[in-house]
């Protein structure tokens, strides 16, 4: 069923923690609305950081323990951004590009996408949302769970033919420059994969800029349950003045849509209210 203005949101991410860095702020600002919003996490996110810290690939790494771990914090996570129903997959994490892991079997990435597509399509179907939240086709940055999750939500939509408006989450290049200025202004340093030129989208891409700064700190707090993953840890440090500043606003590309709408736009239901 939808939500009490009869509008459903839908995001699909590859990992726990996903949801909260990448569209914390739409899913907390719609709820808040009154939007129904349901959250599909594809894998359980077995290749993170265990607890303690652990990284993958040393002693002590477990990697059903980190499941374990990993969705707790994603349960948490969804109560404080008021996500109304989680779903989820169930796949193997199929880790970095070019690890072993990602022809593993039961790995998302390792699955074909028609069978991943089949049980979306059924997700769809049921919760019938009017706008899909993904990434990309090049999974934001490469990631194989997340092309994978691109590929099979793009079939499911087009197979199931019941949302209105597709959207694949972004990060203005010029807006990571502004990010970089913040963080040498408060002596922190970006981690690598933040500061890689290859990171972001051209700006002229971007078509829906969304005002989420009345959920940040929620957004903040969802992200900070997601403790185990200490890759968070350099958005966490910034606090919660900062992290507004800088993630207060998300962006996304407008895929596919049966609205019609002008570009640029503000809001991922617009056309639709």
């Not at 009154?34 to 690939?57: D, K, Q, S």
């Not at 922190?188 to 800029?209: I, K």
Request: glycine content about 10%; some cysteine; aromatic content about 6%.
């Amino acid at each position: 069923m939808a939500g009490p203005r009869g509008l459903t949101l839908l995001a699909v991410h590859a990992h726990p923690d996903d949801e909260a860095l990448f569209t914390g702020g739409a899913l907390a600002r719609y709820a808040a609305e009154g939007v129904r919003t349901v959250l599909v996490t594809c894998t359980g996110g077995e290749l993170g950081y265990g607890p303690g810290g652990v990284p993958v690939h040393t002693a002590g790494h477990d990697p059903a323990t980190v499941a374990t771990t990993r969705r707790l914090e994603l349960e948490a996570s969804c109560r404080l951004l008021g996500v109304a129903e989680l779903e989820l997959l169930g796949y193997r994490d199929s880790g970095m590009v070019g690890w072993a892991e990602n022809r593993a079997p039961g790995a998302f990435a390792a699955t074909p996408v028609a069978e991943a597509a089949e049980r979306l399509a059924a997700l769809l179907e049921r919760h019938r949302p009017q706008v899909v939240v993904t990434y990309d086709r090049d999974g934001f940055y490469g990631h194989p769970d997340h092309v994978q999750a691109h590929r099979a939500t793009m079939a499911a939509v087009e197979r199931t033919g019941v949302v209105d408006k597709t959207y694949f989450v972004a990060v203005p290049r010029s807006h990571l420059a502004m990010a970089a200025e913040l963080a040498d202004a408060a002596g922190l340093a970006l981690p690598d994969w933040l500061a890689s030129p290859a990171f972001g989208t051209e700006d002229h891409l971007v078509t829906t800029t969304l005002d989420c700064r009345a959920s940040a700190a929620v957004k903040y707090e969802a992200l900070a349950a997601h403790a185990t993953q200490l890759d968070n840890a350099f958005l966490l440090g910034l606090g919660q003045e900062l992290f507004a500043e800088a993630l207060g606003v998300e962006w996304y590309v407008r895929g596919p849509d049966r609205t019609g709408g002008p570009l640029p736009e503000d809001d991922l239901f617009a056309g639709l209210r």
